[in-house]
């Protein structure tokens, strides 16, 4: 038991360490989006329809958001102690998780999107976020 609690300790710091000491950069962050949303709307535009392409422009929009929402704790320059960005990371991603469904949810029943290119839109946008290491940049 106290092996666990000594590793999960030292987990904890180095979290601490890596959140405490890196900012995103904020307009690599949103041009990547924005060329990701593009490029998907002009490849669905062209092998598909303006209905398609407007389905897959709400995913990627609604995803967008979600992201800002996610990795708005990065634009912050406050530190917190390792327990509580913890509670922050985990907290950021029920919101970003709750943000996509109350939207889909509401444009499922409101405005009845095409399915498949919806979820490529989300899907997409969501790639952004594999792309976040590279945006990183050291505070310290």
């Known amino acids: 038991m106290m092996i666990f ?3 999960k300790h030292i987990l904890l710091i180095d979290v601490y360490i ?4 890196i900012k995103i950069d904020a307009k690599k ?3 990547i989006q924005m060329v990701l949303l593009l490029i998907g709307y002009i490849v669905t535009l062209s092998f598909f329809n303006y209905i398609y392409a407007k389905s897959f ?3 990627a929009v609604t995803m967008f958001i979600a992201n800002f929402v996610f990795f708005g704790r990065l634009f912050i320059n406050k ?3 390792p327990g509580v960005e913890i509670v922050i990371f985990y907290l950021s991603e029920l919101l970003k998780l709750s ?5 889909t949810i509401m ?3 409101y405005v009845k999107p095409k399915l498949f290119s919806y979820i490529s839109g989300l899907v ?4 952004v976020v594999c792309f976040v290491p590279i945006l990183f940049k050291k505070t310290r």
Do not use: C, D, E, Y
Request: aromatic letters at 8%; zero cysteines.
């Open 29 to 31: 962050f949103v041009l």
């Open 124 to 127: 997409l946008l969501q790639l």
């Open 5 to 7: 609690v000594m590793i």
């Open 79 to 81: 530190q917190f102690s």
């Open 57 to 59: 422009l709400m995913g």
């Open 107 to 109: 444009l499922a029943i």
């Open 18 to 21: 890596m959140l405490s000491n």
């Open 99 to 103: 943000i996509v469904a109350v939207i």
